[in-house]
């Protein structure tokens, strides 16, 4: 479904399902609310009344079902009619998987998405994850025609009035911002390079009037990035760390998010197996979700100081390749002893929350990043792992991520039992675990939480994306949607506002000390 532009549209108006093929989709409850006469237009004359009374009965999903209205122009399709508790209420993956197999052929189609306000954001999200932009598949490239899909929504339950504008516009920018990461995701490493996604960093700061500020090759040698200058010094493109800055007057707090950008990862000379290492292009998940959520959270109005920080690097092999046993010094003033090369993610993101805690000041610093393969066994496939010094913001992610489709589930913070697992006899710590049956993806987000300080006063939250950034062979553009779900009480959008799980108010009785803890944890 490459090359499909995506439309948000109030009303996508009346057509034969002949000349405009129709997916129809929603709970199934939902779905008998929509009135004939809202649809009439869409599927006269093809589909009568009385047929689309008949296509609704025979619906028994389980989880999902699909009834065919007309030929192969016009669909009808059910979602689960319930979740569990650890699911999102939106059906979110199955909303991606039923547009992927029902949604008719066509070279201009039309969605109808039914469902409630609060499930808007997340259905809209799970629609753009079906229409990936990255192909080089030579057929598509002899296609003149631009195929588009013009989504409208049918909102019921409660607040269900017609669609503003704004919220269209939020949703335009939020799907953006999911199929930019994916593109980028998907896109293998001899066109996604750290030049080429630097570009993609200037672009995007183009778009929203920013100048990104960029250290690379030997300027982060001397400077003290070691542990991003370690990872990518063997590339024959050199790694580097960027960061896009948006500063309003109003702010009130700093907030940083810093992306692993591991554009390919072998393994280094702890080389990946033949088995292991394809699949190692979708290594850059992390700044591929900041750099769609940065773009979308600024062009909605962020209130409050944000920083998009990326961590560039190919971890590549070489004669300059780093080696185990060498020693590197942090930007943190710590050194690693390197014990394993393929644990690389965790370093260059050591060097990009330093920066963030010692050079811009943040109050509260999100990394995100593919950093274990023992996320998927942690929390599977569909739900990203969060490690927090905050258990306002653990349960903050995972309502986060159960309101926008992008599900998260907690890692054990533990930081005294586990942090052992770094001991070394000659630096600071090792950076990988003694033991990698001892909760290896909670002690790889310990070792970054170290170089700003198991006791720092602000927020620090990681998300391990490794699993949820792909399903099958392509990627979910996974961490857009929650980024901006988790901090929408610092947007303007009411819509980003609506699915936000934090509060901004803060008790004017509190004392000084306790007003100021409490501002970093509350968006």
């Known amino acids: 479904m490459a090359n499909v532009g995506l439309q948000f549209q109030a009303s996508a108006g009346d057509a034969d399902p002949q000349s405009r093929p129709l997916l129809l989709l929603g709970q199934l409850h939902h779905l008998y609310r929509v009135p004939w006469s809202h649809v009439r237009g869409k599927l006269l004359p093809r589909v009568t009344e009385e047929l689309w009374q008949a296509a609704l009965s025979t619906l028994n999903p389980s989880p999902t079902d699909s009834c065919p209205l007309y030929l192969n122009y016009a669909t009808v399709a059910a979602l689960p009619s319930r979740v569990s508790r650890h699911n999102s209420p939106s059906a979110a993956h199955f ?159 700093t907030i940083a998010w810093v992306g692993k950008g591991i554009v390919y990862d072998t393994g280094g000379l702890s080389m990946k197996g033949k088995t292991t290492m394809p699949g190692m292009k979708r290594d850059c998940g992390g700044a591929a979700a900041v750099l769609g959520a940065f773009r979308a959270a600024v062009k909605q109005g962020f209130k409050d100081t944000l920083h998009a920080v990326f961590c560039l690097a190919e971890n590549s092999v070489g004669p300059s390749a780093t080696r185990p046993d060498d020693i590197h010094l942090l930007y943190s003033g710590k050194t690693v002893e390197i014990n394993n090369t393929d644990a690389e993610g965790r370093l260059v993101l050591a060097d990009g929350v330093s920066y963030a805690c010692k050079d811009l000041g943040a109050d509260i610093i999100l990394d995100i990043a593919t950093l274990t393969g023992a996320q998927g066994i942690a929390t599977g496939k569909y739900h990203a792992a969060v490690l927090t010094n905050s258990a306002e913001w653990e349960a903050a992610c995972m309502k986060a991520g159960r309101q926008c489709g992008d599900l998260v589930h907690p890692l054990v913070y533990c930081p005294e039992l586990h942090f052992s697992e770094f001991t070394s006899a000659v630096a600071d710590m090792k950076n990988s675990v003694a033991d990698r049956d001892n909760s290896p993806s909670s002690c790889a987000g310990l070792f970054i939480a170290s170089h700003i300080g198991f006791d720092w006063p602000g927020v620090w939250v990681h998300l391990d994306i490794a699993a949820p950034v792909h399903a099958g062979e392509r990627a979910t553009g996974f961490g857009v949607a929650l980024l901006l779900a988790l901090f929408g009480r610092a947007s303007e959008d009411p819509l980003l506002n609506l699915v936000s799980p934090l509060g901004c108010e803060v008790d004017a009785q509190e004392g000084d000390a306790e007003r100021d803890t409490k501002k970093r944890r509350l968006v």
């Open 95 to 253: 909303v991606t998987r039923l547009v992927r197999t029902c949604l008719p052929p066509g070279t201009h189609r039309c969605i109808l998405m039914v469902c409630e306000r609060s499930d808007a954001f997340a259905s809209a999200c799970a629609l753009a994850r079906a229409f990936p932009l990255f192909t080089q598949r030579s057929a598509a490239s002899r296609r003149p025609e631009k195929k588009t899909v013009t989504v409208e929504f049918f909102l019921v339950g409660q607040d269900n009035g017609p669609v503003e504008v704004s919220t269209l516009q939020c949703l335009t920018s939020a799907t953006e911002g999911v199929r930019l990461a994916a593109r980028i995701v998907d896109t293998p490493c001899n066109e996604m390079d750290t030049d080429t996604f630097l570009e993609e960093i200037k672009k995007v700061g183009k778009e929203l009037g920013i100048v990104p500020t960029v250290i690379r090759d030997e300027e982060l040698k001397t400077r003290g990035f070691g542990g991003i200058y370690g990872v990518g010094k063997a590339a024959l493109h050199p790694p580097a760390l960027a960061v896009l800055s948006h500063t309003p007057d109003r702010a009130t707090q």
